[in-house]
């Protein structure tokens, strides 16, 4: 259920960065669930258009399946026509985008002058900017995390059969639906993804962390203890926004 009291405001662009199985889309939907804003995941994004076999999907596939990232070109379009849509005009969380640092730049150019300089814009007529959590967690709890992962396809719900295991074995509490294990969580692709994601995705860290942005969040403790400190920093961002002393600062 929504917060009501966290609703009423603008909360604009937030993004989660964190490595596979970090526990980006877990949190994404803790946000989504408290300031009633969209969760924009290009991986699920990706999937759909996977699993409707368009043209992206066909393009797409292969390359998510040994655990690559998709060309940025190909990405761009479906984040831009995402962000177009009349939800995302008070926020959305981004997670699994930006995750190039040509990414990051180009979301930039979209948030300052494209798309949002009426819908999303303060006083001054800019749109706020970014808050960007990052997730650090540690290896061997990643891989746990991505081993252990299962995922209901009717109703979308997470479980992990180590951590957050379903009441009957393989099947959803909410639907009874037999839950899925994703295609890339397995051992050999997981390593793949793990290694884009250092040669790859760690440099938008620094680029935020550069425009200091950045709010490193420990992720290797439960997902509530994890999601009061996101809302603590989206929290203080917006009285900061709106005139209060608040700044962000990085937290472990
Ligand atoms: P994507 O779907 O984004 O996958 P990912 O980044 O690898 O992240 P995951 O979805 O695996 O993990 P997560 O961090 O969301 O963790 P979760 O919350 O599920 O991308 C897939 C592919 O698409 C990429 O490999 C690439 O090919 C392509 N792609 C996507 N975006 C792209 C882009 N921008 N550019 C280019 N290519 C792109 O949690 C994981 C598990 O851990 C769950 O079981 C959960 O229940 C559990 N868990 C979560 N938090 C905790 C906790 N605190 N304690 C214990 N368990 C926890």
Known sequence: MA????????????????????????????????????????????????????????????????GDLVPDELIYGIVAS????????????LDGFPRTAAQARWLDGVLEKEIFD???SDKSGKCPPPIVIQLLVDYNQLLLRLTGRRSCPTCGRLYNIHFQPPLVDELCDVDGSKLLLRSDDREDVISERLA???SQTKPVADYYRAQR??????????????????????????QDANGGTAKLESAS
């Open 3 to 66: 917060n009501e009291n966290a609703t009423g405001r603008n909360i604009g662009p937030v993004i989660i960065l964190g490595p596979p199985g970090a526990g980006k889309g877990t949190q994404a939907k803790r946000i989504v669930d408290r300031y009633g804003i969209p969760q924009i995941s290009t991986g699920d994004l990706l999937r759909d258009h996977v699993g409707r076999g368009t043209k992206l999907g066909l393009e797409a596939k292969a390359i998510m399946a040994r």
């Open 118 to 120: 009426k819908s999303l």
């Open 196 to 198: 884009a994601y250092d």
């Open 213 to 238: 942005r950045l709010v490193a969040v420990n992720a290797d403790r439960t997902m509530d203890e994890i999601a009061a400190q996101i809302f603590g920093v989206i929290d203080r961002h917006g």
């Open 82 to 93: 995402r962000l177009r849509e009349a939800d995302c005009q008070r926020g959305f969380v």
